[in-house]
């Protein structure tokens, strides 16, 4: 397996446009999640779902942030519109349908700044 | 609330020798705790996990963990230090029944020749 796979893996972009991540899960993984992590705050969890349905997206930070799962394979993280205070890594990971106590299997992340 | 708390931010060990990088957490049931390293530009690969049964865990690349219940800790070690270990290594606390695995803020390890 390729294991989770995001895009792109740097984005860069102007303050008030739009930015849309993309993840991959690993096939048979009835858990995704999308991370975020910068100097100042770690590793946060932003939202996460479960076979495609979110469960708890208690962890967006505002109203421009957005996430959808449109099927098992494929999901994304809207940002709209974007501000430099956005700008930090995000990863997307996704897991077995163990609950937490199973591993998270994480993608390289995409570098996002925001100018 | 569920929460990790890794005290050191950074450590530097001289190759070859002994680590400990510490964690502790706060969580009201058992818990379900894991080790997590990430190298520059890299998502985090699972070094161990523990849920239960014998309180010392043997992960991926050397490492090892202890749980001690008394302690609320879950320390990572390794006998010997190679200088590929250099990375950021986080602690995470994880639970049934509800999925949000909370990480710590993570522990920088430099290692020197």
């Known amino acids: 397996d390729a294991g989770v796979i995001q895009s792109p893996r740097h984005e860069v972009t102007e303050m008030g446009q739009e930015v849309t991540l993309r993840c991959k899960p690993i096939?048979?993984?009835?858990?995704l999640f999308w991370y975020r992590q910068t100097m100042m705050r770690g590793l946060e969890l932003l939202i996460y779902f479960n076979n495609n349905v979110p469960i708890d997206d208690s962890g967006m930070p505002e109203d421009r942030f957005s996430a959808k799962m449109p099927n098992a394979s494929f999901s994304t993280l809207k940002i709209q519109p974007s501000e430099p205070r956005d700008s930090a890594v995000y990863f997307c990971a996704s897991s077995l349908d163990r609950g937490g106590n199973e591993k998270l299997f994480f993608g390289s992340g995409t570098q996002l700044s925001v100018l | 609330a569920q929460s990790v708390t890794q005290p050191d931010i950074h450590i530097t060990v001289s190759e070859g020798a002994s680590l400990e990088l510490r964690c502790n957490y706060s969580?009201?049931?058992?818990?379900?705790l894991f080790w997590y390293v990430q190298s520059p530009g890299q998502g985090l690969q699972l070094l161990l996990k523990y849920f239960s049964g014998d309180t010392l865990v043997q992960g991926i690349k050397g490492f090892e963990a202890e749980f001690k219940r008394s302690q609320s800790s879950f320390n990572l070690r390794k006998p010997s230090v190679h200088w590929s270990d250099a990375a950021e290594y986080f602690c995470?606390?994880?639970?049934?029944?509800?999925?949000?695995?909370?990480f710590g803020a993570g522990t920088r390890l430099f290692v020197k020749a």
């Open positions: 969580y009201g049931a058992t818990p379900y």
């Open positions: 096939s048979g993984h009835d858990y």
């Open positions: 995470a606390v994880g639970g049934a029944g509800g999925f949000k695995t909370i």
